[in-house]
């Protein structure tokens, strides 16, 4: 599937990386970035890593997160 982030909705709460914290990564202010692609506003999130990034998004009490396109709606 792939993930974006939307930077200017963050809050800084943190809560992303402790839900996946191979994916994400912060600023020096604390805005969410993808930790191996830190410019990038859009990537596709490996299978084995799914389920921590739709942790993520449904924690995310801003909706910085979004879930662009999930191809294994049942796994
Ligand atoms: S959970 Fe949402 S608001 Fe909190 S740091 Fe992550 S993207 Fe930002």
Do not use: W
């Not at 449904?58 to 709606?73: G, H, L, S, Y």
Request: net charge negative.
């Amino acid at each position: 599937m792939e993930c974006q982030i939307i930077p200017e909705k963050c809050i800084a709460c943190g809560l992303c990386q402790v839900y996946a914290p191979d994916i994400f990564d912060y600023t020096e202010e604390g805005i969410v970035l993808f930790k191996n692609d830190p410019h990038a506003l859009i990537v596709t999130v490996n299978s084995q890593d799914d389920d921590a990034v739709t942790t993520a998004y449904r924690k995310c009490p801003v909706r910085a997160i979004e879930i662009v396109k999930n191809d294994q709606t049942d796994s």
